[in-house]
């Protein structure tokens, strides 16, 4: 015989005898909701803003492409300046061009490597139009290009005859092109200034967003070469871009490209590297890590609050049972079975956590995206953790249902119905 219907039939029965108990003693029955819904509401908030920043810095460092890392003279992440960490890092010396080459000649495990320098906070003119300083000036080879994983849209990207030229040409960033030019106008071969020099427009790049408020979009580049002619070769601090062949052959390119810089800077056996790196992977793994204790954290206390919940709800159903003895006994009289009561009180234990358990996730994923709006990142659905969330507060309702439960089952039917 197919047990199916009748076990659904039986819950939708617990289900509204539970939601009918809750009704007939609204107070407590929220005051102890309420216990379930703190304790899964701080778990989704922190799990959500997490997932939100998570997301936007994944946006924020996809500016690497694919199987690339980047080094540089300072850490990707600076932590806290502990007995001036920071000051050393600011003494170390320069990347310069003649080290970032020796890499470039040298890695044999790279599919191509980049060189590029910055300078920030540049107004760009057009027109009369000009631009708040804020505007980011790459300075870039043909390689620089292409691991930075910039895509030309319109015109034309840097070329090598650009190179050899120090040309003044430039290829602007999608946010730059609307400050600057009104829609109606085609930015390809217009002329613009910088810093008192003329640059002829020759491409526009390809859109790429933003993350935590900020865009990546608000820059132009220009040849490496023409660079180094307008603010110094000897005074810039330039980033290597390293694209390896493969995934898996990161970790080895990362190692070799480290030795080979090492000894271009002369940096002595057994210190440590005068220079720092990151990839996509290194980052969100930072990222992970940063944010494990507070995970925990939150975690141990929101289980602390789950498990008061959960005495609460125990507590609740002893008092159901005890009011609604004379109920158990007339069920039992009309051959209501021991398995009956029990999951008829299992059942509505794990509703009453799973309605708490409810309006602590939708709470917690609303508290969770005002993060979001904060730092201007999009919002997020953390589907797994809901799962969990739901998962757990059946589990809090299964556990301490158990014994109200069977302490229901077990009344004598003939004690219950003299019970008044």
């Not at 540089?72 to 000051?87: E, N, S």
């Not at 002595?268 to 995970?295: A, C, H, I, M």
């Not at 089952?409 to 003299?418: Q, T, V």
Request: with cysteine; charged share 20%.
């Amino acid at each position: 015989m197919n047990q199916g219907p009748h076990l659904w039939s039986q819950f939708r029965e617990s289900a509204a005898m539970a939601l009918a108990a809750m009704r007939s003693s609204k107070l407590r029955s929220m005051l102890t909701l309420l216990g379930v819904a703190i304790g899964v509401f701080s778990i989704m908030t922190v799990m959500t803003a997490v997932s939100l920043l998570r997301n936007a810095i994944d946006s924020g460092i996809s500016q690497l492409g694919v199987n690339t890392f980047q080094i540089q003279k300072f850490p990707a992440v600076m932590g806290d300046d502990h007995h001036g960490v920071h000051r050393n890092y600011r003494n170390r010396k320069n990347i310069t061009y003649e080290q970032a080459l020796a890499v470039k000649e040298r890695t044999s495990l790279a599919e191509m490597v980049g060189v590029d320098g910055w300078r920030y906070g540049k107004v760009v003119v057009w027109n009369g139009q000009r631009t708040n300083p804020n505007v980011q000036l790459a300075g870039e080879d043909i390689d620089g290009i292409r691991t930075n994983a910039w895509t030309v849209s319109e015109g034309r990207a840097l070329g090598a005859q650009d190179l050899q030229r120090a040309s003044r040409v430039a290829v602007l960033g999608s946010a730059l092109r609307e400050k600057l030019f009104p829609p109606n106008i085609n930015p390809i071969g217009e002329t613009i200034r910088l810093d008192g020099s003329l640059y002829q427009v020759i491409g526009l790049f390809q859109k790429r967003g933003g993350s935590l408020g900020g865009t990546q979009d608000n820059f132009l580049a220009i040849p490496l070469t023409t660079f180094f002619s307008t603010y110094g070769k000897a005074s810039t601090d330039l980033h290597i871009l390293v694209k390896a062949q493969s995934r898996e052959a990161i970790d080895d390119c990362i190692e070799e490209a480290r030795m080979i810089l090492r000894a271009a800077r002369n940096v002595p056996p057994g210190e440590d590297d005068d220079f720092g790196y990151f990839s996509n992977d290194l980052l969100v793994k930072q990222f992970n890590e940063f944010t494990l204790s507070l995970r925990l954290g939150v975690l141990l206390v929101s289980s602390i609050a789950l498990i008061a919940a959960g005495v609460g709800v125990m507590n609740i159903m002893l008092v159901s049972v005890t009011e609604r003895t004379h109920e158990i006994g007339i069920r039992k009289s009309v051959g209501a079975m021991k398995r009956d009561i029990l999951a008829q009180f299992m059942a509505e234990a794990v509703v009453l956590c799973e309605i708490g358990g409810i309006a602590g996730i939708i709470l917690g994923i609303l508290g969770g995206n005002v993060v979001g709006l904060v730092v201007h990142a999009p919002a997020v659905m953390p589907w797994d953790w809901a799962g969990i969330g739901i998962a757990v507060c059946s589990f809090v309702g299964l556990v301490f249902g158990v014994y109200p439960a069977w302490k229901a089952s077990a009344l004598d039917p003939i004690e219950s119905l003299r019970y008044e």
